[in-house]
Every structure is written in C-alpha cells, then in structure tokens.
C-alpha cells in the first residue's frame, strides 16, 4: 500500500554539524512533497516543501533533495542547532485524491551541544 | 497572524459523553482536515473537507464527525466517545490544487483524555 516512511528513527549530532534526515516514499505518483518540524506541545510545523519536478530545493539553512528514480526524501540542515531539536516528519500529497497528506513516522533529531 | 485555532487544547471526560473540538482558520483556505496522532502509529487523517458542505472520510473516520458549515471553522465530534479515542488531534488546512497547491498549516492539538 501507499506509505511514506523514514529510515532512522532517531538522530543525535554536534551543535555546528550538519543533519541529514532520510525518508523513502512508495507511489511514484505523489505530486508534492513536505517537511515539517514538531516540537513538544506543539503542532506540525511547516518547514520546506518541493514539487514532483524538482529535484532539490533550498530554504534558509535547509536543503530538501528529491530523487524520484530511487523514491527518496531527504532533509539537510546547516549548521544544526539546539533549537533544532525536534521531530521532524516526510509527508506526501497526492493532489488527484482530495488532497490526502500521508505521513512518515518521524525522526527524532537530537543536539548535542 | 495566520493560524489554525483549536479548543479546548486540553480535555479529560468519561465514555459516551459527547463532546466537540472546535477549530477554525484565518487564512481563507478551501481545505480543512483532522488527523490524530498516536504513538508509533503516527499522524493519521480522520476527515476532511474541501470545501463548504463538503466533507469526506480519512483513513480513521469511525466514532467521528465533522460539519463544514463555514469555511473557516471544521468542528470534530465525538458522539459518544470511548477510550481508545484518546489521543492527540490535530486540526489542519490549506488552499487547494494546481498551482495553489500548498502546505498544511496545523493548530497547536487537542489532547483527549477519555476514562
């Protein structure tokens, strides 16, 4: 079935290091793409987005890459932060079937400072 | 501001009594959703709404409803709730389709306690 799912559940790196979080994704059909961001006691938080004929798209500090040969996601973050502690969650839109948002698991990303 | 209000943020009831979740959006957008996120099971989508008076099931519809009278506001309703409703919800929107596709904008969630 359609699913959208993380490699690494869990993520620790060095305050000043760069993070990269990974996300395989199934139907090649999925027209858009999204990363958000979730803290404690909060909700989703959009993050950065990309379109099915992109193949990377930059954001401040952030970096999503697309490849759709292999059907995979990734987020990169510059110069991680303690801020940036949180978990971060892939999801797909599939625009021809009312807009369904299918989400991954998430990865928590931890900083070390 | 832009944002997704949800009430009440916070809730502890008993089974079968009835309850609403209200949410509501100052953004204009078409589309409205729920989805309820649970441990390991991740963010999952109950109903949602493309427009006014329309309404469709997600993924997890059972034991809910919802109502799109306006377009800013998209109440859940829990008719008579019951214990493996606890959770927390998160109501969402955004604009919809083609070139105004755009990304979910979520509230702060409701956690519901149901005893």
């Known amino acids: 079935g359609e699913s959208v799912g993380l490699h690494l559940p869990t993520l620790s790196v060095q305050e000043g290091d760069n993070s990269i979080i990974n996300c395989a994704y199934s139907n090649s059909a999925s027209d858009y793409f999204i990363w958000y961001k979730q803290e404690s006691g909060k909700g989703p938080q959009f993050i950065i987005d990309?379109?099915?004929?992109?193949d990377k798209r930059q954001g401040q500090r952030v970096t999503v890459l697309l490849n759709k040969t292999v059907k995979h996601l990734s987020l990169q973050i510059a110069a991680t932060q303690p801020g940036d502690s949180a978990v971060y969650f892939c999801?797909?839109?599939?625009?021809?079937?009312?807009?369904?948002?299918?989400f991954g698991q998430g990865t928590e990303l931890s900083v070390k400072p | 501001e832009a944002q997704v209000t949800q009430n009440p943020r916070y809730l502890i009831t008993v089974t079968g009594k009835k309850l609403t979740v209200t949410c509501s959006q100052n953004?204009?957008?078409?589309?409205m959703s729920w989805y309820r996120q649970d441990p390991g099971l991740g963010l999952r989508q109950i109903y949602y709404?493309?427009?006014?008076?329309?309404?469709d099931k997600g993924d997890v519809p059972e034991g809910y409803k919802v109502s799109r009278k306006e377009k800013r506001n998209f109440p859940l309703i829990l008719e008579s709730p019951s214990p493996n409703q606890t959770s927390l919800y998160f109501c969402a929107s955004r604009q919809t389709g083609g070139a105004r596709l755009g990304p979910q904008h979520f509230g702060d969630g409701t956690r519901l306690s149901i005893l």
């Open positions: 990309i379109r099915s004929n992109m």
């Open positions: 953004m204009n957008h078409e589309y």
């Open positions: 999801a797909e839109i599939h625009d021809n079937q009312g807009g369904k948002l299918i």
């Open positions: 709404s493309m427009n006014v008076e329309v309404t």
